[in-house]
């Protein structure tokens, strides 16, 4: 049996209508048709009261295979993590607006480079994440950037796509 789709475990777990206080927005390797074996379904959120929303998560999903909450003082952020219709979830919460969160950002930028470079980008960096990349080591690998992949993804969101098509492969 093969797992379902991302967006049919989303529909049947419920989460993003459960969320929906927090500005849910799914993001990740599934929605970019990057996924492997293994991938999780990421969310993030927007998160005011920790308290909360560790509550709330926990009331509807703590009963699921590999539930776990983790704290990221480092970052303000909550991450729980569960298993539901074959997928493991991770969501992530944090007190900033979902559109500054790095998660959100790498996703929104990764699916710029996507669209820029085409099936034959997407073709490479599943090659390498084939190999045991993730995702952002592979697209920094394939576009020929040095040191922290995800700072270095970051520091080319502001580039207009010329500039970024003169760096695909």
Known sequence: MSRVAHEVALQRTGVLALLAPYDPHVAGTPPLGLDLPGSDI???????????????LTEHFGDQPDFSVHARPDLGAMIIRFRAW???????????PVAQQHGWRHFRFERRLLDLGGPALAQAIMALRHRGLKTEPAFAALLGLTGDPYAALLDLEGQDDAALRALLP
């Open 42 to 56: 990421d969310i993030v959120c927007e998160v005011l009261d920790a308290d909360a929303f560790v509550a709330l």
């Open 86 to 96: 074959d997928w493991p979830f991770e969501i992530f919460g944090q007190a900033l």
